[in-house]
Nanobody
Framework: QVQLVESGGGSVHAGGSLRLSCTAS????????MAWFRRAPGKERERVAC????????WYVDSVRGRFTISRDNAARIFTLQMSSLKPEDTGMYYC??????????????WGQGTQVTVSS
């Protein structure tokens, strides 16, 4: 049974930082690209960042590029999102997702339960 468990969410003031982690089990971790999605209140779900299975191809949505960094530790089966210079518009539920490729990862069946990030102004 595949499980993706997110942690590290919380409440911060604008300009602050948070580090989200996703621990994976039940799958061959290094066979999967990993992504973070978020859903802000009243908005559509949005892909934030993705990292391919090999760990060297990354993708970021424009609004977070330069502020967020994704990384993975295949040995530890952990996927992280380091978020800096946080803005109120970064507020939302953040989800970890695993799929074969970044290009169609949103269609994956492997989603975590989410961790809440709240950024106050």
């Amino acid at each position: 049974q595949v499980q993706l468990v997110e942690s590290g969410g919380g409440s911060v003031h604008a300009g602050g930082s948070l580090r989200l982690s996703c621990t994976a089990s039940g799958l061959t971790f290094d066979d999967y690209a990993m992504a973070w999605f978020r859903r802000a209140p009243g908005k559509e779900r949005e892909r934030v960042a993705c990292l391919n299975r090999y760990g060297y191809i990354t993708w970021y949505v424009d609004s977070v590029r330069g502020r967020f960094t994704i990384s993975r530790d295949n040995a530890a089966r952990i996927f992280t999102l380091q978020m800096s210079s946080l803005k109120p518009e970064d507020t939302g539920m953040y989800y970890c997702v695993a799929g074969p490729w970044c290009s169609d990862i949103e269609s994956s069946n492997y989603w975590g339960q989410g961790t809440q990030v709240t950024v106050s102004s």
